[in-house]
């Protein structure tokens, strides 16, 4: 009993170290980047600051839009932060993550997008409109490619459970499988649309005509402007710990020791940390792509994911 | 059968009828103009009757004289009188119908001839020579009957051909099987009454509507493209 | 029992339908008594089918109707019984819902007769079908169905879409109805006779089961709405008074997949691995294309009947991954198939009720059933706009509402395509799972186009911006559609437990490892494989969600805000048609599925100034290329063999006596 | 017996009665009065038999068992009940200026004549008066095909004239052979025609004669049953007539006819000892559905349009005697009468849809249901019925028909249910527009009696939901003489 509810407050622990490492790890992309372009950029803690600003900020609501304006904020906000708690950070087997699994995990993203696009066009300015059909348009190409990964992880490791997989990944050892090879590649790609980075979006941007994500949230203001913000980050920290845990798992914690905990938690700062550095690297190599080349883009996601999908049952299962 | 051992004559004679009623339904096909029509068809009623008679006296079944005597007043008279009224009341005395196709239609009429031997050849194998080839004759003229329904273009013709068709069964009935029951024959010969009277008031009709009797004209009913 | 009381609801349903008949002289009684009767119908039916089902009885009975020789068999067994619910619940729902929204009707220029004779006869058909235990009654009950829900497309007749789209449903079901009547026929060819219980006796070869197949998949696939024998669909449903379309679109699509269980899992016998991969196909193909013509609709109830079909498609994809399954030797896995293909049915039956309900609603109130015209009635029709809202987040498929659940379902059995041999079937179901994945988000991009261009933003006319609430029996019928909703999708547990009878009586087995964990955790496999615990999902949302809420909502100041007028670029005060339109939102999705659709589009510039036009005028069509396949073809066929067969009557009565001639030379010849 | 005699003693008398005072206003309902005591005897035939079994007459000039019982009692019904109707449709027709005393006169005479022919067609046991009866039906008829006069409907009587007279024609020359093979057999001369006697000797007939009066009573009956290519007579007939006539057609000669020729098949097939009546029969049915039904797609007339259905039909039913066995034999016995009822009642329909617009012009008829609701539904459910929608009894026998080709000739089915989508499709885009939408200006609801439509539905309807008992024994028992085998008795 005792050990169940250790392993419960480990997990609510976990999620509010999600939660509370999210502005950081944008903080750091951020940095890297603006050192990448040769400026200083800002602090680490920067981001913290933005929220903490935002939050103390008044209220302002734009004439004609409803309750769903209002409460979308804080779905968005309870599905993303629900979706942290179920991805293993530092260790497994926490009860959250048998709540829901990776397909769980990605209708956690898709709610969280439908609310956010609703908000979008709550206000009736044609920015949210264009930004709810841009955001629907490239998600509902980014998904197939996202669980076509997903399956592929799934189908060798013979489970859609987060935890169990990766226990099983773990335990399989260093095997170099064509099939994981594709499919982090198409989850990169498919993680850069979804967490709207460039090329496919631009976070920084608000020129009208390119952008996404900022094109819904244009009409948020003080703390709900700070919740989608807070958000953003939460699901890039997700999708970031996804990769870095389920392709470069060593290191997660598989017991509740102290020491395993530790560990673990350094592991994924490292792998963070890497991986961040190497997204900015590559958005600051590339140039941001008109709307239309993103299905290409995410087109070629798909691909990766099924051949990653297709060498898995070719390659590794034989026919 | 057996009453007709004895009498070879008479079936002679009823042989050379059929070749006759034949040939009447030829000169049918090879006659244009109306009037003329008629009077064949007028013959051809006879020649059953007198066939009729014949085979009365022959086989001895004496109902059959009261049908030759039907037949003759209905078919050699009254029938085409009815017709030759008609002809002459519709001022259709000198109308004739067009010569096209006259010896295609002849030589397919002897090919029916032909046909029906053939048709008839395996019916009556068990029977006797004599009444195979009545039965082939009178199917020959049914065949020739239609086929001078088909050619013909004036619905006066058209009811000739149809008269002479029911000719052709009748002589086959009396020569085959030596006339129906008498009720039918009644209830036959009553039809075929009121069909031709009717035939007449038809006539009249269509000349009402169309102003003519050929029949080629009466096609507002139909399925094809105009 | 519980087939007497399923048999009370069918007369039920009839005895309203026949009560109608006053309507002329009685209006407002013989109102209340329909939909009285009705809804008492709809009760029985689920308490019938819910006995049935929980229990796990099979009862039958027959009646002394129909041949001679052949009496009508009724029997209700637990998949009836659940046909029965679903049908039951729809129709408790419309019966509360309809008395507000045929008011409409009532002072119209038609009379309501036909409106509430054919709804009766329409119920008590679905019924009678879920109960038929012959081929016979099957068929009667089935063409009553469809006879019935023909009348009601046609109701308002005035409009020559609508006679033009019952025409077509009609057609369709007529065509539907003779395969499937092929179909019975080649089981009782073999079985010696049309009670099923003797079409379950059939010895049939492969082949011959294989033809039975096609013609039942042809027949109620055409009914089921499967690309692509689904245009009909788009085009009849719609145009019923909207309380019907609720019944036709949730509730008549799964009497038609009822049929598809029925003649495959249980009057076929054991189904071949190679007709599920067949089902599998369509039901993707339905699934995607059904969410692509949707997304293209800016009609809503047409929008809502294209993603029936969408739905439809899915619910296919796991009947056909569960007879996979159960043809290749996994029974196990078949089962979950099955459930997960079942569950979607009750599913999809309850939330395109709600949509539907929630159409008419719109409809009754603003006379506007173009997306293009409406826009804000969230402020408007509030209880509405939320139950709609409910809906679209259900057929989106996100959790933790009901939609989601089944789709999930529907994805484990894919996934455990690994326990095949063959790999190609390996690598195509996970494929058709991607493109379920598609569909779904596609599905979401559709609704939130919905949802956000009818009820947020502005209104877009002026019979919009008065529209007001709905009464409050229409306003209860949507909500018990919408709680019903939200309770599949959070006790999901229970609902594969109770489906489970369905599977040990097609099957032969349950699917005990679904509930092994106790009431909290779905694991379909087993707990290691995939577990989903929806009651926490939605506690966990409302806890994070709610904890956040209440910390910034807590402190007074921080609980006023101030409105301020949105940046429209500087453009002036914000006007409703600088919203983005239907059209708008689903560009970038029309550019890049092109080849779907048959698109005509055209800009015209008028008044020649140069750079600056004074008038632009946008025209686009998105058209179904099913009927330039498909359809036209076949009409064109008919046609013209029409005019060859025309000819031979040339209106001479010289040729027909030719005719007769020849014929008789023939047959002359021939006996010789 | 007396109920027998009476059956064609009323409608003989009738017909001469009204052929003297067929002018007067009070003749509709004469003729009203005399087809319904005409159905009374026959319902009492119809008991008769029910009671005792077959009925055989003194001089075996009659004969009433199970398969033509229940179509004398049908043919009555459906006399009866179009004489209901014909009364004001006349009287609107006299009105309207279309019609004269005289031609009344004749109209009404005829009209019971007609009946009169039906019946002694029905009721006889001897093949010639069988003969003489289906002459006497179209001689009866032709006159009221031109009774309009106008150039169309004079082409059409022609037409039907000197087609079903040149058909007849043939049937009587199949008589005569068959009455030359039965000579052989059977001595007494008078009885060699009576059906009875042949059927009783059939087996000992000569097979090559009978096989080639089989084919002239095919093509000469068959000419009235409307089959393909023998059909062109029957859409002009039946469009150009006045419609109480085009009911009748329909609803009984085309039946008659089809009766006329089972009875032959039923001497011909122990004759013959081959299936070669059953598969011509087959021949000629699958070829006039499949053509009817190409047909209904390109009709502009409302009558002509049902005509072509009625071809359908006939051609249906001519195919399932000749599938042949119980099965079949069943669902074509039973199409004969739910094909009869229903199509009556939509000629007395469409009739009035016609005084209604004012035409017979499909595209001129429009959105009778808004005109006149009785009339508009009575269509659209009549034609429902009539494609073999259930709970209407039209498709139960489909559903036979298609069961039994189904065992036994499983290739053709497909054909059969084509034909049926497709014959649906033509039937419905026609009705569509007519039955639908807004009521045209030009357009008035006129004096309609649909009770006879209602009743004959209904019937439909009830034979759709179960078949009576004294019914299906009937039936039953009728398979029993022409396949061979009972249903009931050893039936699936």
Redesign the interface.
């Given at each position: 009993m005792a050990d169940h509810l250790t392993s419960w407050v480990l997990a609510l622990v976990q999620t509010a170290l999600f939660v509370a490492g999210a502005p950081l790890l944008a903080g750091w992309l951020k940095r890297v980047k603006c050192r990448l372009q040769n400026r200083r950029g800002p602090r680490l803690t920067q981001p913290y600051r933005d929220l903490l600003r935002l939050f103390r900020k008044e209220l302002l609501l734009p004439e004609g839009s409803s309750w769903v304006f209002r409460a979308a904020p804080y779905v968005i906000f309870g599905a993303i932060v629900l979706a942290a708690a179920v991805v293993p950070l530092i260790a497994l087997r926490l009860p959250t993550s048998a709540i829901a699994d990776v397909i769980v995990l990605v209708g956690f993203f898709a709610l969280a997008r439908f609310f956010l696009a609703l908000a979008g066009m709550d206000v009736g300015t044609a920015f949210g409109g264009m930004g709810a059909s841009r955001e629907m348009t490239v998600a509902s190409l980014a998904e197939p490619a996202l669980l076509m990964a997903v399956f592929t992880l799934a189908m060798s490791a013979g489970t859609t459970d987060l935890s169990v997989a990766i226990q099983r990944i773990l335990s399989s050892g260093l095997v170099i499988r064509p099939s994981f090879v594709f499919a982090l590649l198409g989850l990169l790609l498919v993680a850069v649309a979804e967490t709207g980075r460039i090329p496919v979006d631009n976070p920084a941007t608000h020129l009208e005509l390119t952008m996404i994500h900022e094109a819904m949230v244009l009409e948020y203001s003080g703390r709900h402007l700070a919740l989608m913000e807070w958000a953003a980050q939460i699901k890039f920290m997700i999708y970031a710990a996804l990769i870095a845990n389920i392709f470069l798992p060593w290191g997660i914690a598989v017991g509740f020791g102290f020491g395993a905990l530790a560990l673990g938690a350094a592991a994924v700062a490292v792998k963070l940390a890497l991986l961040a550095a190497l997204l900015a690297v590559s958005e600051t190599l590339l140039a941001k792509m008109r709307l239309f080349a993103a299905p290409q883009f995410l087109g070629f996601a798909y691909l990766l994911c099924l051949l990653g999908m297709l060498s898995h049952v070719i390659l590794e299962v034989g026919g | 059968m057996n009453a007709l051992q004895g009498l070879d004559l008479t079936r002679q004679l009823i042989l050379l009828l059929a070749a006759l009623v034949l040939f009447s339904s030829f000169a049918m096909l090879a006659q244009s103009r109306l009037v003329g029509l008629v009077r064949v068809f007028a013959w051809q009623g006879v020649l059953l009757a007198v066939t009729t008679g014949l085979v009365a006296y022959a086989s001895g079944h004496t109902h059959l004289y009261a049908s030759a005597v039907l037949t003759f007043f209905l078919k050699g008279l009254l029938i085409p009188w009815i017709l030759h009224r008609m002809v002459l009341r519709l001022g259709l005395e000198s109308a004739r119908e067009s010569d096209a196709y006259r010896t295609p239609v002849q030589l397919a009429g002897a090919g029916l001839v032909v046909f029906s031997y053939y048709v008839a050849l395996p019916v009556v194998q068990l029977s006797a020579l004599f009444t195979r080839n009545t039965i082939a004759v009178s199917l020959a003229v049914v065949l020739l009957g239609m086929l001078l329904m088909i050619s013909r273009h004036k619905a006066v013709s058209q009811v000739v051909g149809f008269m002479s068709i029911e000719n052709g069964l009748f002589f086959a009935a009396v020569v085959a099987t030596y006339g129906m029951p008498m009720v039918v024959e009644l209830g036959v010969a009553f039809d075929v009454l009121v069909a031709a009277i009717l035939f007449g008031v038809v006539f009249l009709q269509i000349r009402a509507s169309i102003d003519t009797l050929d029949v080629d004209r009466l096609n507002r009913l139909s399925e094809s493209e105009p | 029992m519980s087939l007497s009381l399923a048999l009370w609801a069918v007369l039920g349903a009839l005895a309203s339908g026949l009560l109608g008949l006053a309507a002329d002289r009685f209006p407002a009684p013989a109102k209340a008594a329909v939909f009285a009767l009705l809804g008492l119908s709809g009760l029985g039916a689920v308490l019938g089918g819910g006995d049935a089902l929980l229990r796990g009885l099979t009862t039958a009975q027959t009646f002394p109707l129909g041949l001679p020789w052949l009496h009508w068999h009724l029997c209700l067994d637990p998949l009836s019984g659940f046909f029965l619910i679903v049908i039951g619940i729809a129709t408790v729902a419309v019966s509360v819902y309809g008395p507000g929204y045929v008011r409409e009707y009532e002072h119209g220029r038609q009379s309501t007769v036909p409106l509430y004779l054919f709804t009766g006869i329409f119920v008590s058909g679905m019924q009678l079908v879920v109960l038929a235990a012959d081929a016979f009654s099957f068929m009667v009950a089935w063409e009553l169905m469809s006879l019935s829900s023909y009348f009601l497309v046609a109701y308002q007749h005035q409009h020559a879409a609508n006679r033009r789209a019952a025409f077509l449903y009609l057609l369709m079901a007529e065509v539907g109805g003779l395969a499937i009547l092929l179909a019975f026929g080649v089981l009782a060819a073999f079985g010696g006779g049309f009670s099923f219980a003797a079409m379950r006796a059939a010895a049939l070869g492969p082949g011959w089961a294989s033809v039975a197949f096609v013609f039942a998949l042809f027949g109620f696939g055409m009914k089921a709405g499967l690309v692509p024998l689904h245009a009909w669909l788009p085009e009849a449903h719609p145009v019923a008074p909207s309380h019907v379309s609720a019944l036709m679109s949730g509730v008549m699509l799964k009497v038609a997949l009822y049929g598809l269980i029925r003649f495959t899992f249980d009057l076929l016998g054991g189904p071949h691995w190679d007709w599920g991969l067949v089902l599998l196909l369509a039901g993707s193909a339905s699934a995607l294309l059904g969410v692509l013509y949707a997304l293209m609709q800016h009609d809503l109830k047409r929008l809502l009947a294209y993603h029936s079909v969408e739905n439809v498609g899915i619910i296919c994809m796991g009947l056909g991954l569960a007879m996979i399954f159960a043809g290749t030797g996994h029974p196990r896995l078949a089962v979950l198939g099955l459930i997960a293909a079942l569950y979607h049915t009750l599913n999809h039956s309850l939330f395109k009720g709600l949509l539907f309900l929630g159409a008419g609603a719109v409809l009754q109130r603003s006379h506007e059933g173009d997306l293009e015209r409406m826009g804000g009635l969230i402020g408007r029709m509030p209880v509405t706009a939320l139950f709609f809202l409910i809906g679209c987040i259900s057929i989106s498929a996100l959790p933790p509402f009901n939609g989601f659940v089944s789709e999930w379902l529907t994805f484990q059995a894919a996934l455990q395509a690994p326990a095949l041999h063959s790999g190609v079937l390996r690598a195509l179901i996970p494929v058709t799972a991607a493109a379920l994945a598609l569909t779904g988000a596609l599905a979401a991009a559709c609704f939130v186009k919905v949802f956000g261009v009818a009820f947020l933003g502005r209104a877009r006319s002026r019979h919009v911006r008065h529209a007001r609430e709905v009464d409050l029996g229409m306003r209860a019928g949507q909500g018990l559609l919408a709680a019903l909703c939200l309770v599949f999708g959070v006790l999901p547990t229970y609902t594969v437990q109770a489906l489970e009878p369905i599977a040990h009586q097609l099957l032969g087995r349950g699917l005990p490892s679904a509930s092994a964990q106790g009431w909290l955790w779905l694991t379909p496999v087993s707990p290691q494989t995939a577990s989903y615990a929806a009651p926490l999902v939605l506690a966990g949302m409302v806890l994070f969600g709610g904890v956040m809420f209440a910390l910034l909502n807590a402190r007074r100041r921080t609980r006023r805000v101030r409105r301020t007028i949105p940046w429209a670029c500087g453009f002036g005060p914000l006007d409703a048609r600088m919203q983005y339109t239907s059209t708008a939102f689903t560009h970038p999705i029309r550019r890049i599925f092109r080849p779907v659709w048959e698109i005509h589009e055209e800009v015209e510039t008028g008044g020649d100034r140069g750079l600056r036009p004074a008038a632009l005028r946008h025209r686009l069509h998105v058209e179904d290329r099913s009927w330039r396949v498909l359809y036209e073809p076949v009409g064109r066929w008919v046609a013209v063999a029409a005019r060859q067969v025309g000819r031979i009557q040339t209106g001479s009565v010289r040729t027909y006596l030719a005719y007769s001639f020849l014929t008789l030379v023939v047959l002359l010849w021939l006996i010789t | 017996m007396i109920a027998v005699y009476l059956t064609l003693a009323l409608p003989l008398a009738g017909a001469l009665w009204l052929g003297a005072f067929g002018h007067r206003r009070s003749a509709g309902w004469v003729n009203v009065a005399v087809s319904g005591a005409t159905f009374g005897a026959s319902a009492a035939v119809a008991a008769d038999v029910l009671r005792g079994g077959p009925l055989l007459s003194g001089g075996r000039m009659f004969y009433i068992d199970a398969f033509n019982v229940y179509l004398v009692a049908l043919t009555a019904f459906v006399g009866f009940t179009t004489a209901i109707f014909s009364r004001p449709y006349m009287v609107h027709e006299v009105e309207a200026g279309r019609v004269n005393a005289r031609r009344m006169r004749l109209y009404h005479s005829m009209y019971q004549g007609f009946l009169f022919t039906m019946l002694l067609a029905l009721s006889t046991n001897?093949l010639?008066?069988l003969?003489?009866a289906m002459?006497?039906a179209t001689?009866a008829t032709?006159?009221l095909v031109?009774l309009y006069?106008?150039?169309?409907s004079?082409?059409?009587?022609?037409?039907y004239?000197?087609?079903c007279?040149?058909?007849i024609?043939?049937a009587?020359?199949g008589?005569?052979?068959l009455?030359?093979a039965a000579?052989r057999v059977i001595h007494a001369?008078?009885e060699?025609?009576l059906w009875t006697s042949l059927h009783a000797a059939a087996p000992g007939l000569?097979p090559?004669?009978v096989?080639?009066a089989f084919?002239?009573l095919?093509?000469g009956y068959g000419?009235k049953v409307g089959l393909v290519?023998?059909h062109?007579?029957l859409?002009?007939a039946h469009?150009?007539g006045p419609t109480p006539m085009s009911a009748i057609l329909s609803g009984l000669l085309l039946n008659v006819a089809l009766y006329a020729v089972v009875r032959v098949k039923m001497i011909v097939d122990p004759a013959l000892g081959t299936p070669?009546a059953g598969r011509?029969m087959m021949g000629f049915g699958m070829l006039s559905f499949l053509?009817a039904v190409?047909?209904l797609?390109?009709q502009r007339d409302i009558k002509r349009l049902y005509s072509y259905s009625s071809i359908e039909h006939m051609g249906l039913m001519t195919f399932a005697f000749g599938v042949g066995g119980p099965l079949a034999t069943f669902g074509a016995l039973l199409h004969m009468t739910v094909h009869s009822l229903t199509k009556s009642s939509i000629f007395v329909t469409a009739g009035h849809a016609a005084h209604i617009a004012g035409t017979q012009r499909i595209e001129q008829i429009r959105g009778l249901?808004?005109t006149q609701?009785a009339v508009g539904w009575g269509l659209l459910l009549g034609t429902?019925a009539i494609?073999?929608?259930?709970?209407f009894g039209v498709?139960?026998s489909e559903?036979?028909v298609?069961?039994a080709t189904?065992?036994a000739w499983?290739w053709l089915?497909?054909l059969l249910?084509i034909g049926?989508?497709?014959a649906?499709?033509?039937l419905?885009?026609h009705l569509?527009?007519m039955v639908?939408?807004?009521r045209p200006d030009s357009q008035s609801a006129v004096a309609a009696n649909m009770l006879p439509v209602a009743v004959q539905l209904a019937l439909v309807l009830w034979l759709?939901?179960?078949?009576p008992?004294f019914l299906?024994h009937w039936f039953?028992q009728a398979t029993h003489l022409i396949a061979g085998a009972t249903?009931?008795g050893g039936?699936?």
């Open positions: - | - | - | 001897n010639g008066i003969w003489v002459e006497g001689l032709v006159l031109s006069r106008t150039p169309e004079v082409e059409a009587a022609w037409k004239f000197i087609l007279g040149v058909g024609a043939q009587l020359f008589t005569v052979l009455y030359f000579a001369r008078d060699a025609l000569e090559a004669v096989g080639l084919v002239f095919l093509v000419t290519p023998l062109n007579w859409p002009d469009s150009e070669l011509l053509v190409l047909f797609h390109r249901i808004r609701p429902a494609a073999g929608f259930p709970p498709f139960t559903f036979l298609l069961s189904m065992k499983p089915t497909p249910l049926l989508g497709v649906f499709g033509g419905f885009r569509h527009p639908y939408g807004e759709g939901l179960a078949i008992g299906a039953d249903l009931l039936g699936s």
